[in-house]
Every structure is written in C-alpha cells, then in structure tokens.
C-alpha cells in the first residue's frame, strides 16, 4: 500500500512538473527552431566564409627570393578539409571534439563532461562547444563570454548543421580559426611555422598546430617552442587514446617533435622588415586590403654577420650591465640595404636605433664639408692653420687641446681638425654646405651657425650612411632602399617597382675621388686605424659628439657601405668611447665577415695632382679672431690675404651670429 502510495506521489508530481513546464519548453523549442529557420536562410555558400580578415597581409622575400619576414594577417588561401593531411583532421577532431562527425552540431554528452570536470576543478577547464558551435561564434557572434551569446550559438549551429555538410563546416573552421603569430587558417600557419602547405604535415606538426587552437599567442611556437612541442605532446597522445595513431606512430612524433622551418627560427630581419614597411605606400604595406609579396634587398647572411659582431665586440669589450646601445647599417654603394641592426640583443626592444634615433653626427659630418670644398675647385694639398679661431664670440676647440700649426686638408680630416673643418665650412660657406647634405642625403633638418661643420645637427644612421655611399658611388647619389617590387600574391601582378636607374650626380669624380682618398688616410694614419682591414682599402670617418654622447665609424671598401653607431637611448655621456673606438671596432669586425672569402678591389680614389704653385696657407678668406691689439695670427692673416687677393682672392664670407658653444674632437682617436 504505502509503495503504491509512494509511486502515486513521485508520477503524479511528474504529470503537474510536466502540464506546468511543457509550455515553456515548447515555447523554447519553437523559438529555437525559427531563429534556427531565420539563420538557414541567410547562409550564404561555404567558400565566402573562408577568409575573414579585414586586412591583407605582407609577405616579403630576401635579395634571393626566399621568405624571411610576415606582417599583417597571413592567410594562405583556402584549402578543403579533404585536402589537407588526414593527421591534421585527426589532431583537431581529437583535440576539440572527438564526437564531431556524430552529433549534431550541439552535444549534451560533451556539455555534460566539461560541466562535471569544471566542478571538479572548481573552476572552469574545458568547454562544451562543439566544433560546429565554434564556427558559429567565429564567424557570426563574437568572442563575448556571456549567457546571451551562448544561447545565439545554439540555433546558429543547428542552422549551419542544415545547411552544410560535416566535410563543409569542417572546411570553414580549418579556414577562420587564428593560430598565432598573424596566421588565420591552418595553411597559413602551416606554411607560416614549418614553411610547407598543410597538405604535408606529419603527426607531430599537426598535433602542434591543433594545440594553438586553445590559446594561440601562448602557445605559437615563434613565442616559445619548447611549451609549443609540450602541448603537442597532448595532443598526440590523444590521438593515439581515439585510434588515430598507432603506438609507433605515437613514439615516432614524441621522439621528434615538431621545429620551426629555417626562416621561423631565424627570426632574422625584424628591424629591417620594419623599416620597409614604413617606407613603402601605406595603402600597398600596412593598410593593404589585399595579400602582397614584397621583394626586397635584404642579406640573411649579412645580417647574421652584423649581429654577431656586434655581439662579439659587446661580450668582449663592454662591461657587464652597461646600458649602451649600437646600431649598424650595411648596404651597397648603389643605396640597396642590406641589413639594419637596430640594437645590439633582444633586450634593445622595438625601437629601431638604426632608421628611428636621430643623434648628433660629430666628425662624421665633416666628409659633407670638405666635399663642399673639393666641388669649390680645393685640393687636399691645400694647407690651413689649426689655431684659435673665435666667430662672432664662438671657439671651437680641439679634442685634447693644442694647435697643430698649418696642416693639408688630408692631414686635417685624417685628424680630424675642428678648427679646419670651421675655417673650410665657412670659406666655402655654409648654405653650400647645408645644401650639398642634402644633396647627399642628409634628409633631417640641419642647425645653424658655423658649428654645422662639427656635427652639431641631428640625423639617423641611415641617412648618414647613404652619404658616404654617395662618395663610394662616385658622387652619385641614391636614397636608400630596402623595396624592389611589390606584387599581388597569387598571380604575380606588380604593383610597384624600384627603378633600376644609376643615381643622381650630386659630386663631380674628381671631387668623390679626391674625397676617397682623404677618407682613406683617416684610417691608414688618422682617427680610424682600428677599422683598419689587411688587404683591402678603407676610406672612413670616426665622429664623437660632445661629452661622447655619440660615437661613429661610417666607411666602406669596394663591396659594402657600413655605418655604426654608439650611445645611450637616454643621451647619457658614454664611458671611454670614441668613434675611433668601439664603433671602428664593431665596423671591423662586419666588414671582415662581409668580406671574407673575396678577392679584394680597389675602392675609387684619386691622388691629388701636385700644385703649381708652392703649398700656401689658405686663410685670406677667413674671419679673423677679435683681439684688443695685434697678434702673431692677425699679422699672418693679413700677410695672406695680401698673398691671395694678389693672386685673385675673395674677401671674407660674413660671420655667424652663432654664440654657441661646441667643443668636438680632432684627431687623437676620435
């Protein structure tokens, strides 16, 4: 009696629980099946839902046609699921629903497990979400975790359960889903990391690549292999557990982990790649809609031998927790670049120090002035006074103090001479001098005042580069480039294309010859000794600025330009260097990697002709120093300036108002 009354009890709760809640349910259900109806309809067919990025992306390709740098968001072109290696199938069913070609596009079962493996964790571990469910958030709703999308999700996923195929949504999922590193879909990853189609991926590479779908920056195998490899491991063993490896298969992608193509973990060019974007249109580099490849001038070998030079000079010759950074610049005479150090390890950061700092150039600067002064018909043969010399209450001062007395411009850029290098700037005068830089390719703005000859204005070590390979090229002058053509990947169209045009003359040869062959003393005797190379000719210049905030080495031989930098990011004085220094050192150092292996050649220089005249003192055309009553230097400077208005000398250019104060370097290792 009292079971029968116990089951009256429990069936009759059961009739008033279900008379009370059949009409919510049937409600629910009718709303789930016309936003379901709603949904089918507006499908459109699988492949338009392949790509869906809103941007293009950039691939780029060394000087030899090889990948070595992505940017923006890869997309390799669609693929089928039946296209791709069947292990790759197998590693995302197992990793993200192994009940996928069972179900229908919602799974209680896996609902059901995650919920109870989430209560035990006492906190949330797994989803339920189907792959199909997965579908329906990345294309259609959003990455919001809430209620409201949740229950979207479920009649998103029955509708495209209706209207396509397992093999379809399979497709489509393989296609969208982002994997790390700016790769959306498995072939661009695929291609992105290992450097082949999906097509061909074995079961270590595709276990790898299923286990980014978790947590794809994470887990990127460029962000960190070994927790990359570690994941993968998972996933092969739960292949294994579902029959989709055998266990010698399994030991086999244990054993050998999945690893980064060459030019993944290379990881080399960064600072280079960056720079070309930023120099190429924006429309056709950073905000291109559409997918381009960019051939460029970069050198993977280059490259790697300006890295580790600066790596070696820095382990060798600078100080443990030093803060200073170098930079360096390699590139042809023509203006094609190389390779682009932008700091000396990883630790430097994003910044690019190379394209980016514009610093003080100190002596480096003065090639530019007795440039001006060859092209004004000089010789390095000429002779000026390293004296005194006070403009309009400015004295530029030698470093190390003293005065050498009458000197030959040759002897004088070897040495690196401010007073010359004022007393030449002001003679040819300074508008000549501003515009020849930027003839030269000096594109930032100079300061003013006499003080232009000792490098008082700012530029990057690029554009300062590019000046000195305008000397290697013979006074012809190209901007630097890192862009040869950019074309439409897929079919090839180009888009645009470096012309392939000599450069514009800016300097005659004789000057560029003349030039060379004092830059050639600067470091056979001068201020550059230690860029010194056995066997091939150097031409160069040292620059330090004041206080040796700056330092520099710029030269080249017949196959490369380099420029190196030294400072410190804040400004701060470095400790013992001078361009004559560490950056000689470190421009030794490439150009004897650069250069290994190769018959030397000769660079362009041109010896001086012998003057006809005597070697006079060139000072007629200088302003003299202010003083309370004749001097030594006063009387001098009038005995020239009779000298040379004899034999057809000008007056004197007028002063600077320039009431600065520099005091930069001669020759002494600086």
């Given at each position: 009696?009292?079971?029968?009354?116990?089951?009256?009890?429990?069936?009759?709760?059961?009739?008033?629980?279900?008379?009370?809640?059949?009409?919510?349910?049937?409600?629910?259900?009718?709303?789930?099946?016309?936003?379901?109806?709603?949904?089918?309809?507006?499908?459109?067919?699988?492949?338009?839902?392949?790509?869906?990025?809103?941007?293009?992306?950039?691939?780029?390709?060394?000087?030899?046609?090889?990948?070595?740098?992505?940017?923006?968001?890869?997309?390799?072109?669609?693929?089928?699921?039946?296209?791709?290696?069947?292990?790759?199938?197998?590693?995302?069913?197992?990793?993200?629903?192994?009940?996928?070609?069972?179900?229908?596009?919602?799974?209680?079962?896996?609902?059901?497990?995650?919920?109870?493996?989430?209560?035990?964790?006492?906190?949330?571990?797994?989803?339920?979400?189907t792959l199909t469910q997965q579908v329906a958030k990345n294309v259609f709703l959003t990455a919001e975790r809430s209620l409201e999308r949740k229950l979207k999700e479920v009649p998103m996923a029955l509708a495209l359960e209706l209207k396509y195929t397992k093999e379809e949504i399979l497709s489509i999922y393989l296609n969208r889903v982002y994997l790390g590193a700016g790769t959306y879909g498995f072939e661009a990853a695929s291609r992105r990391y290992f450097g082949k189609s999906a097509r061909g991926l074995n079961p270590a590479e595709a276990a790898m690549l299923a286990g980014l779908l978790?947590?794809?920056?994470?887990?990127?195998?460029?962000?960190?292999?070994?927790?990359?490899?570690?994941?993968?491991?998972?996933?092969?063993?739960?292949?294994?557990?579902?029959?989709?490896?055998?266990?010698?298969?399994?030991?086999?992608?244990?054993?050998?982990?999945?690893?980064?193509?060459?030019?993944?973990?290379?990881?080399?060019?960064?600072?280079?790649?960056?720079?070309?974007?930023?120099?190429?249109?924006?429309?056709?580099?950073?905000?291109?809609?559409?997918?381009?490849?960019?051939?460029?001038?970069?050198?993977?070998?280059?490259?790697?031998?300006?890295?580790?030079?600066?790596?070696?000079?820095?382990?060798?010759?600078?100080?443990?927790?030093?803060?200073?950074?170098?930079?360096?610049?390699?590139?042809?005479?023509?203006?094609?670049?190389?390779?682009?150090?932008?700091?000396?390890?990883?630790?430097?950061?994003?910044?690019?120090?190379?394209?980016?700092?514009?610093?003080?150039?100190?002596?480096?600067?003065?090639?530019?002035?007795?440039?001006?002064?060859?092209?004004?018909?000089?010789?390095?043969?000429?002779?000026?006074?390293?004296?005194?010399?006070?403009?309009?209450?400015?004295?530029?001062?030698?470093?190390?103090?003293?005065?050498?007395?009458?000197?030959?411009?040759?002897?004088?850029?070897?040495?690196?001479?401010?007073?010359?290098?004022?007393?030449?700037?002001?003679?040819?005068?300074?508008?000549?001098?501003?515009?020849?830089?930027?003839?030269?390719?000096?594109?930032?703005?100079?300061?003013?005042?006499?003080?232009?000859?000792?490098?008082?204005?700012?530029?990057?070590?690029?554009?300062?580069?590019?000046?000195?390979?305008?000397?290697?090229?013979?006074?012809?002058?190209?901007?630097?480039?890192?862009?040869?053509?950019?074309?439409?990947?897929?079919?090839?169209?180009?888009?645009?294309?470096?012309?392939?045009?000599?450069?514009?003359?800016?300097?005659?040869?004789?000057?560029?010859?003349?030039?060379?062959?004092?830059?050639?003393?600067?470091?056979?005797?001068?201020?550059?000794?230690?860029?010194?190379?056995?066997?091939?000719?150097?031409?160069?210049?040292?620059?330090?600025?004041?206080?040796?905030?700056?330092?520099?080495?710029?030269?080249?031989?017949?196959?490369?330009?380099?420029?190196?930098?030294?400072?410190?990011?804040?400004?701060?004085?470095?400790?013992?260097?001078?361009?004559?220094?560490?950056?000689?050192?470190?421009?030794?150092?490439?150009?004897?990697?650069?250069?290994?292996?190769?018959?030397?050649?000769?660079?362009?220089?041109?010896?001086?002709?012998?003057?006809?005249?005597?070697?006079?003192?060139?000072?007629?055309?200088?302003?003299?120093?202010?003083?309370?009553?004749?001097?030594?230097?006063?009387?001098?400077?009038?005995?020239?300036?009779?000298?040379?208005?004899?034999?057809?000398?000008?007056?004197?250019?007028?002063?600077?108002?320039?009431?600065?104060?520099?005091?930069?370097?001669?020759?002494?290792?600086?």
């Amino acid at each position: 009696m009292i079971g029968r009354a116990v089951r009256g009890i429990v069936f009759g709760s059961v009739r008033l629980v279900w008379r009370v809640t059949w009409p919510f349910a049937a409600a629910i259900a009718m709303i789930i099946a016309g936003t379901t109806a709603l949904y089918y309809a507006e499908l459109p067919s699988p492949d338009r839902l392949f790509d869906g990025r809103g941007t293009g992306s950039v691939t780029m390709l060394d000087r030899d046609g090889n990948v070595f740098a992505w940017r923006g968001e890869q997309y390799g072109g669609e693929v089928m699921a039946d296209d791709v290696s069947p292990h790759l199938i197998h590693a995302v069913i197992a990793a993200e629903d192994k009940r996928y070609w069972q179900h229908i596009g919602l799974d209680p079962r896996g609902i059901a497990r995650a919920m109870w493996e989430n209560y035990k964790a006492g906190r949330l571990v797994q989803g339920g979400s189907t792959l199909t469910q997965q579908v329906a958030k990345n294309v259609f709703l959003t990455a919001e975790r809430s209620l409201e999308r949740k229950l979207k999700e479920v009649p998103m996923a029955l509708a495209l359960e209706l209207k396509y195929t397992k093999e379809e949504i399979l497709s489509i999922y393989l296609n969208r889903v982002y994997l790390g590193a700016g790769t959306y879909g498995f072939e661009a990853a695929s291609r992105r990391y290992f450097g082949k189609s999906a097509r061909g991926l074995n079961p270590a590479e595709a276990a790898m690549l299923a286990g980014l779908l978790r947590a794809p920056s994470r887990y990127a195998p460029t962000a960190g292999l070994e927790r990359s490899q570690g994941r993968a491991s998972v996933i092969i063993r739960l292949m294994q557990e579902q029959g989709y490896l055998t266990e010698q298969q399994t030991y086999q992608a244990l054993a050998t982990p999945a690893k980064l193509s060459q030019a993944a973990a290379a990881r080399v060019g960064g600072a280079f790649a960056d720079w070309v974007m930023e120099t190429a249109p924006a429309y056709l580099a950073k905000d291109t809609t559409e997918d381009v490849t960019i051939a460029t001038t970069f050198d993977p070998r280059a490259q790697r031998m300006a890295e580790e030079a600066v790596a070696d000079v820095f382990a060798r010759k600078v100080k443990k927790g030093s803060r200073a950074q170098a930079a360096v610049v390699v590139m042809d005479p023509s203006g094609a670049v190389r390779a682009v150090v932008g700091g000396h390890d990883d630790a430097a950061g994003q910044f690019n120090r190379a394209t980016h700092a514009r610093r003080q150039t100190g002596s480096a600067f003065k090639p530019i002035v007795y440039a001006a002064a060859m092209e004004a018909g000089m010789s390095p043969r000429d002779v000026m006074r390293d004296a005194p010399l006070t403009i309009k209450g400015w004295s530029p001062k030698n470093y190390g103090g003293g005065y050498a007395g009458p000197v030959s411009l040759t002897d004088a850029l070897a040495r690196s001479i401010n007073t010359v290098a004022v007393r030449l700037s002001e003679q040819v005068g300074q508008d000549k001098v501003r515009a020849l830089a930027g003839e030269m390719g000096v594109v930032s703005d100079l300061a003013p005042g006499p003080a232009i000859a000792l490098g008082t204005s700012e530029a990057t070590l690029m554009e300062m580069t590019g000046v000195y390979a305008t000397i290697a090229d013979r006074g012809r002058h190209k901007a630097p480039y890192g862009l040869r053509e950019i074309t439409l990947r897929g079919d090839g169209s180009p888009l645009l294309s470096q012309p392939q045009t000599p450069g514009v003359a800016v300097l005659s040869q004789d000057s560029a010859g003349l030039l060379a062959h004092m830059m050639q003393q600067v470091v056979a005797e001068g201020t550059g000794k230690r860029a010194r190379i056995d066997g091939w000719q150097v031409a160069g210049k040292t620059g330090t600025t004041q206080a040796a905030r700056d330092a520099w080495f710029i030269g080249y031989t017949s196959a490369y330009v380099v420029g190196v930098w030294m400072g410190n990011d804040d400004n701060t004085p470095l400790t013992g260097v001078t361009g004559g220094g560490l950056p000689a050192e470190i421009w030794h150092e490439v150009m004897k990697r650069l250069v290994e292996g190769r018959a030397p050649e000769p660079i362009f220089s041109q010896e001086p002709k012998a003057p006809v005249l005597p070697q006079i003192e060139v000072v007629a055309d200088l302003p003299r120093r202010t003083t309370s009553s004749p001097s030594e230097d006063s009387v001098v400077d009038s005995i020239f300036r009779d000298v040379l208005r004899s034999l057809g000398g000008g007056e004197a250019p007028s002063q600077s108002s320039d009431g600065s104060r520099f005091e930069g370097q001669s020759g002494r290792d600086r």
